[in-house]
């Protein structure tokens, strides 16, 4: 899903994915089948050991209870500016910091925006570079006199943009079936809701060929921020459109082979030890 995110949110000329974080949730949860924090941590960490910008955040699972998605959200915000010092924008106050070199007399013209998807494994050089192992390594410098070029490594867009200013940007990524449960009455907090989808944002990343647009036309908050929620539009048949955490445990307990095109041979390794998923009949 990250992949697949990052490589659309790029192909929009809007955004720069710079990191991504996996928060995985509290043992507390409450969810049918959910295995300990302890394991889902472990596994997470497995899957994402060769991604250079993608990190496992065991915040959400080391808090006393459950979390909602509204505060981890606001966790990382927060922590973000504190370590940082950056501006993180809000998505109804877009920037209009200029391009470099643009003449001032000039509309702003659209300029990438850096994005942290949360569904953030943040970078660190002069401006933005490598990505660290930690938000301690987070550096976005808004230089007050000079100049400097801004040039992400892992965003591979061919273009190098100049800015003035970087803004960081934090949003949920889901797939269409989290988005749908917005719509189920009761289930969400109108309060957090308003807050996820008005002042983050949302990715979503379409599954099983669900429509988002009618779903969000069944929500007045989603139709409200429509403008806050990013689909990801790619080929329809894209090989991750099949990928879920669902399909996964399933293929697991079936003893279905074709878990390998769901889940990666450490993370596989992990769960035949651990014993994970197996169902009692073995």
């Not at 993180?88 to 209009?96: D, F, R």
């Not at 970087?166 to 719509?183: H, K, P, T």
């Not at 996820?196 to 988002?212: K, N, S, T």
Request: hydrophobic share 35%.
């Amino acid at each position: 899903m990250f992949e697949r995110a990052r490589d659309y949110l790029h192909k929009t000329g809007r955004f720069i994915v710079i990191g991504g974080i996996i928060s995985p949730v509290h043992d507390s949860y409450g969810k049918t089948g959910l295995v300990s924090s302890r394991h889902r941590l472990t596994m997470c960490q497995l899957a994402v050991q060769a991604s250079d910008w993608i990190r496992v955040d065991p915040w959400e699972c080391y808090q006393d209870t459950w979390q909602t998605t509204c505060s981890v959200l606001e966790h990382h915000r927060d922590l973000m500016k504190r370590v940082t010092g950056c501006i993180l924008s809000n998505v109804n106050t877009p920037s209009i910091t200029p391009v470099i070199g643009q003449p001032q007399n000039e509309s702003p013209q659209n300029i990438y925006q850096n994005n942290n998807s949360v569904s953030n494994k943040p970078t660190a050089a002069k401006i933005l570079g490598k990505v660290g192992e930690s938000l301690s390594r987070i550096c976005c410098v808004r230089p007050p006199m000079e100049r400097f070029t801004f040039v992400d490594e892992n965003a591979n867009l061919g273009t190098v943009m100049r800015y003035e200013e970087i803004e960081l940007r934090i949003l949920l990524l889901c797939g269409s079936d989290l988005l749908e449960s917005f719509c189920i009455p009761g289930l969400w907090n109108e309060a957090d809701m308003e807050v996820i989808v008005g002042e983050f944002g949302i990715v979503v990343v379409p599954r099983d060929g669900a429509d988002p647009e009618r779903i969000m036309n069944h929500s007045s908050i989603l139709r409200k921020y429509k403008n806050n929620i990013l689909v990801v539009k790619d080929d329809s048949n894209h090989p991750m459109s099949v990928v879920s955490s669902t399909k996964s445990r399933l293929a697991l307990q079936h003893g279905d082979g074709h878990v390998v095109d769901y889940l990666c041979q450490p993370v596989i390794d992990y769960i035949l030890k651990s014993q994970l998923y197996i169902n009692a009949s073995g």
